[in-house]
Protein backbone atom coordinates (compact mmCIF):
# COMPACT_ATOMS: atom_id res chain seq x y z
CA UNK A 1 0.00 0.00 0.00
CA UNK A 2 1.32 3.27 -1.02
CA UNK A 3 0.08 6.52 0.74
CA UNK A 4 -0.16 9.23 -1.40
CA UNK A 5 -0.37 13.31 -0.88
CA UNK A 6 -0.29 16.31 -3.08
CA UNK A 7 0.22 19.80 -1.53
CA UNK A 8 0.50 22.90 -3.21
CA UNK A 9 -2.12 24.18 -5.24
CA UNK A 10 -4.27 27.17 -4.81
CA UNK A 11 -5.17 30.24 -7.07
CA UNK A 12 -2.72 32.70 -9.33
CA UNK A 13 -2.93 35.32 -11.65
CA UNK A 14 -2.17 34.29 -15.25
CA UNK A 15 1.21 34.70 -15.86
CA UNK A 16 2.32 33.48 -12.40
CA UNK A 17 3.98 30.28 -10.78
CA UNK A 18 3.04 27.98 -8.57
CA UNK A 19 4.98 24.57 -6.95
CA UNK A 20 3.00 21.59 -6.79
CA UNK A 21 4.74 18.90 -3.93
CA UNK A 22 4.10 15.42 -3.49
CA UNK A 23 4.63 12.99 -0.76
CA UNK A 24 4.47 9.02 -0.54
CA UNK A 25 4.94 6.99 2.53
CA UNK A 26 4.59 3.02 2.59
CA UNK A 27 3.51 1.99 6.11
CA UNK A 28 7.27 0.64 6.74
CA UNK A 29 7.09 -1.14 3.27
CA UNK A 30 10.00 -1.08 1.09
CA UNK A 31 9.74 0.47 -2.09
CA UNK A 32 11.61 0.59 -5.16
CA UNK A 33 10.28 3.36 -7.26
CA UNK A 34 10.33 3.00 -11.15
CA UNK A 35 8.77 6.78 -11.88
CA UNK A 36 6.05 9.17 -10.21
CA UNK A 37 4.28 11.48 -12.38
CA UNK A 38 1.61 14.13 -12.36
CA UNK A 39 -1.54 14.18 -14.34
CA UNK A 40 -4.39 16.60 -14.24
CA UNK A 41 -8.26 17.19 -15.20
CA UNK A 42 -10.09 19.91 -15.82
CA UNK A 43 -13.88 19.91 -15.45
CA UNK A 44 -15.81 18.13 -18.50
CA UNK A 45 -11.59 16.64 -20.08
CA UNK A 46 -10.37 13.64 -20.08
CA UNK A 47 -7.03 13.26 -17.72
CA UNK A 48 -3.90 13.74 -18.95
CA UNK A 49 0.07 12.99 -18.47
CA UNK A 50 1.81 16.62 -17.31
CA UNK A 51 5.16 15.31 -16.70
CA UNK A 52 6.95 12.59 -15.47
CA UNK A 53 9.95 11.46 -14.09
CA UNK A 54 12.10 7.62 -13.27
CA UNK A 55 13.78 7.05 -10.65
CA UNK A 56 17.06 7.76 -12.62
CA UNK A 57 15.86 11.32 -13.08
CA UNK A 58 14.67 10.97 -16.74
CA UNK A 59 11.94 13.32 -17.38
CA UNK A 60 9.03 13.40 -19.55
CA UNK A 61 6.02 16.63 -20.24
CA UNK A 62 3.15 17.12 -22.19
CA UNK A 63 3.47 19.38 -24.86
CA UNK A 64 1.96 22.42 -23.14
CA UNK A 65 4.41 21.72 -20.38
CA UNK A 66 7.37 21.63 -22.55
CA UNK A 67 9.46 24.67 -21.41
CA UNK A 68 7.13 25.98 -18.68
CA UNK A 69 6.90 23.46 -16.43
CA UNK A 70 10.31 21.47 -14.47
CA UNK A 71 9.50 17.75 -12.74
CA UNK A 72 12.24 17.27 -9.72
CA UNK A 73 12.15 14.32 -7.30
CA UNK A 74 14.00 13.93 -3.48
CA UNK A 75 14.40 10.38 -3.74
CA UNK A 76 15.56 10.48 0.23
CA UNK A 77 12.66 12.49 0.53
CA UNK A 78 10.46 10.47 -0.95
CA UNK A 79 9.32 13.43 -2.77
CA UNK A 80 8.30 15.11 -5.99
CA UNK A 81 7.81 18.62 -6.87
CA UNK A 82 6.36 20.09 -9.83
CA UNK A 83 6.98 23.78 -10.70
CA UNK A 84 5.04 25.67 -12.96
CA UNK A 85 5.65 28.92 -14.32
CA UNK A 86 4.02 31.26 -17.29
CA UNK A 87 0.88 29.72 -16.08
CA UNK A 88 -2.53 30.05 -18.28
CA UNK A 89 -5.71 29.70 -17.65
CA UNK A 90 -5.80 26.66 -19.47
CA UNK A 91 -3.84 25.02 -16.74
CA UNK A 92 -6.86 24.89 -14.39
CA UNK A 93 -7.42 21.74 -13.06
CA UNK A 94 -7.42 18.96 -10.42
CA UNK A 95 -3.85 18.22 -10.41
CA UNK A 96 -2.74 14.57 -9.41
CA UNK A 97 0.30 12.57 -8.08
CA UNK A 98 0.68 9.25 -9.33
CA UNK A 99 3.44 6.92 -8.10
CA UNK A 100 4.55 3.47 -9.88
CA UNK A 101 7.08 0.99 -7.46
CA UNK A 102 7.99 -2.26 -6.35
CA UNK A 103 7.55 -3.53 -2.90
CA UNK A 104 10.31 -5.46 -2.16
CA UNK A 105 9.60 -6.10 1.29
CA UNK A 106 9.02 -10.33 1.02
CA UNK A 107 12.36 -9.56 -1.44
CA UNK A 108 11.76 -12.97 -3.62
CA UNK A 109 8.50 -12.08 -4.52
CA UNK A 110 8.51 -8.60 -5.78
CA UNK A 111 5.00 -7.16 -5.76
CA UNK A 112 3.98 -3.94 -8.37
CA UNK A 113 2.17 -1.12 -6.42
CA UNK A 114 0.86 1.98 -7.48
CA UNK A 115 -1.25 4.92 -6.32
CA UNK A 116 -3.26 7.70 -6.90
CA UNK A 117 -3.01 11.08 -4.69
CA UNK A 118 -6.94 12.65 -3.93
CA UNK A 119 -5.24 15.78 -6.21
CA UNK A 120 -4.65 19.49 -5.75
CA UNK A 121 -6.55 22.27 -7.43
CA UNK A 122 -4.96 24.45 -9.17
CA UNK A 123 -6.98 27.68 -10.76
CA UNK A 124 -5.43 30.46 -13.01
CA UNK A 125 -7.06 33.72 -13.17
CA UNK A 126 -7.18 36.00 -15.97
Known amino acids: QVHVVESGGGSVRAGGSLTLSCQYS??????????MAWHRQAPGKQRQLVASITNSGRANYGDFAMGRFVISRDGARNSMSLGMNSLRSDDTAQYYC??????????????????WGQGTQVTVLA
Open 26 to 35: SSGRRLQMNS
Open 98 to 115: YVDAVDLTDWDRPKPVSS
